[in-house]
């Protein structure tokens, strides 16, 4: 609940943001594509039991193994650089780790992730 929060503050902030920008029906895209994501990510349910990370999530941890920067992820994804920040949140916490290369490692560790 705390992320929810957290995140839904984050997005008031972008509307703000946006609601400033030269062109309103970009940061309206933008702001749409957001609130989008963050459904997509609450509606998801977990994997499985083993496997806590939602379908979101075990995309992003899969191209974070793959050396994708926050930026790359956010224009490849069609999402915001706040909603990747906010999706590599959940998974340091799930993960149990303090830093995206020692999320990998724990989520190649727990079975969540499984490299070709």
């Not at 949140?89 to 993960?95: A, E, I």
Request: charged content about 30%; glycine content about 2%.
């Amino acid at each position: 609940m705390d992320l929810l929060i957290e995140e839904l503050r984050t997005l008031a902030k972008e509307c703000r943001l946006y609601a400033k920008c030269k062109s309103p029906e970009a940061g309206l895209r933008r702001v749409a594509r957001t609130i989008e994501s963050l459904l997509q990510s609450f509606d998801d349910e977990a994997i499985s039991i083993e496997n806590p990370l939602t379908k979101r999530e075990a995309e992003i941890i899969e191209l974070i193994s793959l050396g994708y920067t926050n930026k790359e992820l956010a224009v490849g994804l069609s999402i915001s650089e706040k909603t990747v920040e906010y999706h590599i949140t959940s998974l340091l916490k799930k993960t149990q780790a303090s830093k995206r290369t020692e999320a990998v490692t724990n989520a190649i560790k727990f079975k969540w992730l499984h490299l070709s």
